[in-house]
């Protein structure tokens, strides 16, 4: 995908606004205007992004700001959900000490990043729903992927 040029600081090369030096991206500095933060305070916990480059993102959020709390809202909810399924019971014994089910997990991570619509949330659904079917989703894609071999012990 070729980039599309947003403004002098700015581009979109397919993962939203991001500033052209660093890729820091317009969700990285939102929270930060939506709490209030001051532009000195923005620049020392962002140290890559520069005066004119955070004019930049300001201006864009401003201009977009809706669409950019609406996104920001579903990252949130994201974030919350791995925290619950971090907690539960199932993935504590999943993950527990040396498995080498950890490395199959990160790897349908690098697969979920790849492919956002592989498994998305469903409205309404608990946490604990959520952690379950998630679980149940890695689990077939893990034997989809691997060969017997490969797989052996990673799931008792």
């Not at 620049?43 to 977009?64: C, D, F, G, T």
């Not at 609406?70 to 909810?77: L, Q, R, V």
Request: proline share 6%.
């Amino acid at each position: 995908m070729e980039p599309i040029i947003l403004n002098e600081w700015m581009y979109d090369r397919g993962r939203g606004p991001e500033l052209r030096s660093c890729r820091i991206t317009v969700h990285d500095i939102f929270p930060y205007i939506r709490e209030g933060f001051s532009d000195e305070e923005v620049l020392e916990y962002q140290p890559y992004v520069s005066p004119p480059e955070l004019a930049a993102l300001k201006q864009y959020i401003a201009e977009h700001y809706d669409a950019i709390a609406a996104h920001d809202a579903k990252i949130e909810e994201r974030n919350a959900r791995g925290i619950a399924l971090q907690s539960t019971p199932e993935w504590n014994a999943l993950f527990r000490g040396s498995n080498p089910l950890k490395q199959w997990y990160l790897k349908w991570q690098r697969y979920l990043w790849a492919n956002p619509t592989a498994f998305e949330s469903i409205d309404g659904e608990s946490p604990e729903d959520y952690a379950r079917r998630y679980l149940t989703s890695f689990a077939e894609w893990h034997r989809k992927t691997t060969t017997h071999e490969e797989s052996r012990g990673a799931f008792k």
